[in-house]
C-alpha cells in the first residue's frame, strides 16, 4: 500500500507541475497570440498609411507634372511671341521636359520654318548669337512674370541684344517698350547701343572724364 501511496503522490505531484507548465505556457502563448494579432493589426494600419502616401505622392507628381506642363507652356509662348515679334512669323521657341537620374531636365529648340520645311536646332546654333540673346532675354522675363516672389519690382537688364544685328534691333528696342507697358513693370538698362537708350522715358550719360565718372541726363520723356 504505501508503494501505491508513493506512486499517486508521485503522479499527483507530476500531474501538478504538468498542469503548472501548462499553465505558464499556455499565458505565454495568450501573450505571444495578442502581440500577434497587434502586430497585424499595425501591419494592416502601415499598409493603409503606405497606400495613402503612395496615392498623395502620385497625386503631387501628377500636380507638379500638370504645374511643370503649364509654366512650359507659357515661357514657350513668350519666348516664341518675342521671337515673332523680332525676327518674323517662320520662328518658334520649343522647350523638351526629361528626367536624368531622377532629376527634371530641360532642352531648348528653335524651330525654323522654311515653306513646309521646318528645321529645329539648338539656340547657339540657329541663326547666329542674335536669337541666343533674345531667347535669353525673353526667358527672363517670363520667369520673372511666372514667379510669385517678384510681383511688382523692375526688370533690370545689362547689355540686352549686344549680339543682335542692326536690322533687328529697333524691334528689340519696341519689343522691350511693348513689355514694360504690358506687364506694367519698368526697365532699368545698361546698354551701349543708341536705339535702345532711345526708347527710354529717362536715359543717363555716363563718360569717363580725367579718371572720374560723369553723369548726364540725354533724354527725358513723358510715358506714352
Same mark, same amino acid.
Given at each position: 500500500?504505501?508503494?501505491?501511496?508513493?506512486?499517486?503522490?508521485?503522479?499527483?505531484?507530476?500531474?501538478?507541475?504538468?498542469?503548472?507548465?501548462?499553465?505558464?505556457?499556455?499565458?505565454?502563448?495568450?501573450?505571444?497570440?495578442?502581440?500577434? /494579432?497587434?502586430?497585424?493589426?499595425?501591419?494592416?494600419?502601415?499598409?493603409?498609411?503606405?497606400?495613402?502616401?503612395?496615392?498623395?505622392?502620385?497625386?503631387?507628381?501628377?500636380?507638379?507634372?500638370?504645374?511643370?506642363?503649364?509654366?512650359?507652356?507659357?515661357?514657350?509662348?513668350?519666348?516664341?511671341?518675342?521671337?515673332?515679334?523680332?525676327?518674323?512669323?517662320?520662328?518658334?521657341?520649343?522647350?523638351?521636359?526629361?528626367?536624368?537620374?531622377?532629376?527634371?531636365?530641360?532642352?531648348?529648340?528653335?524651330?525654323?520654318?522654311?515653306?513646309?520645311?521646318?528645321?529645329?536646332?539648338?539656340?547657339?546654333?540657329?541663326?547666329?548669337?542674335?536669337?541666343?540673346?533674345?531667347?535669353? !532675354?525673353? !526667358?527672363?522675363?517670363?520667369?520673372?512674370?511666372?514667379?510669385?516672389?517678384?510681383?511688382?519690382?523692375?526688370?533690370?537688364?545689362?547689355?540686352?541684344?549686344?549680339?543682335?544685328?542692326?536690322?533687328?534691333? /529697333?524691334?528689340?528696342?519696341?519689343? !522691350?517698350?511693348?513689355?514694360?507697358?504690358?506687364?506694367?513693370?519698368?526697365?532699368?538698362?545698361?546698354?551701349?547701343?543708341?536705339?535702345?537708350?532711345?526708347?527710354?522715358?529717362?536715359?543717363?550719360?555716363?563718360?569717363?572724364?580725367?579718371?572720374?565718372?560723369?553723369?548726364?541726363?540725354?533724354?527725358?520723356?513723358?510715358?506714352?
Amino acid at each position: 500500500m504505501e508503494g501505491m501511496e508513493e506512486l499517486i503522490e508521485r503522479i499527483e505531484s507530476g500531474t501538478q507541475k504538468l498542469i503548472l507548465d501548462y499553465t505558464v505556457r499556455k499565458r505565454i502563448k495568450d501573450s505571444l497570440e495578442e502581440e500577434k /494579432a497587434n502586430k497585424i493589426r499595425q501591419l494592416e494600419r502601415l499598409k493603409e498609411e503606405i497606400d495613402l502616401l503612395e496615392k498623395v505622392r502620385i497625386l503631387l507628381q501628377k500636380t507638379s507634372d500638370y504645374a511643370r506642363e503649364q509654366v512650359k507652356q507659357q515661357i514657350e509662348m513668350l519666348v516664341t511671341r518675342c521671337l515673332q515679334f523680332i525676327f518674323g512669323e517662320n520662328i518658334e521657341f520649343k522647350i523638351e521636359l526629361s528626367e536624368v537620374r531622377g532629376r527634371p531636365e530641360a532642352e531648348f529648340y528653335v524651330v525654323s520654318s522654311y515653306g513646309d520645311t521646318r528645321v529645329i536646332t539648338k539656340p547657339q546654333d540657329a541663326r547666329g548669337g542674335g536669337i541666343v540673346d533674345v531667347i535669353s !532675354l525673353a !526667358l527672363r522675363i517670363a520667369i520673372i512674370q511666372c514667379s510669385n516672389t517678384y510681383v511688382n519690382g523692375p526688370i533690370i537688364l545689362d547689355e540686352p541684344a549686344k549680339h543682335v544685328s542692326s536690322e533687328y534691333i /529697333a524691334n528689340v528696342a519696341y519689343f !522691350l517698350k511693348q513689355i514694360s507697358k504690358v506687364f506694367k513693370r519698368q526697365i532699368i538698362m545698361v546698354t551701349h547701343n543708341q536705339f535702345l537708350s532711345e526708347i527710354a522715358d529717362l536715359a543717363y550719360k555716363v563718360e569717363i572724364k580725367d579718371g572720374e565718372s560723369v553723369v548726364t541726363v540725354c533724354s527725358s520723356k513723358e510715358n506714352a
